[in-house]
């Protein structure tokens, strides 16, 4: 009776330089086998200059190849059906002008949002309201209720987006987070139609 060998493959993998991948770079292995060392140091793809900065190992290949080396196990897959390979050879470091540049235009956007948004809602004549309501005194400028609110409106900025800089204040992942994770689940699926070249084998050994 062949033993069973349980592949499971890895989602993302980053590399800086060519190289040739072996089995336990772009799968995790489970099994029981005295091959599993041998099976996770086997070559099962070479990545070249051509294939740019994107490359998709199915899983599909991967087994067959398997199968041809080692015909007295079986394998079965669990979880992903391929591995998304990122090459970036070449890391370039960040700019500080450009960061400056762009953080400011960032701040600069924000803070127009945020007044627009509240000359759209006539803030300032709620808030003078609320004044004549609380004390029943007429004020243009009731800062006992503007200063606050604007600290406010930072730390609920902060608490939204659950991060100080690079430190969260807990685990659980902020609004922003989760739209770069759907974004990345997108690309991905958008990576594995497109770029999935299941009958190319020339890489395969």
Known sequence: MSEIVYLRMKKHVELTYLKQLTLKDIANVSTTSPLKTELEQTPVYRVTK?????????????IDHLNNDYRDLEFQLVGPTHTVIRIQQHKKSPNILIVAIVWLLLFIGTAMTIMNFHYDVSMQEVQQKLHYLLTGEQNQYPLWIQIPYSFGLGIGMLLFFNHWFRKRFNEEPSPLEVEIFNYQQNLDQYLSYYENKLNDTSHFD
């Open 50 to 62: 051509k294939d740019q900065n994107v490359v998709i190992v199915d899983s599909f290949l991967v």
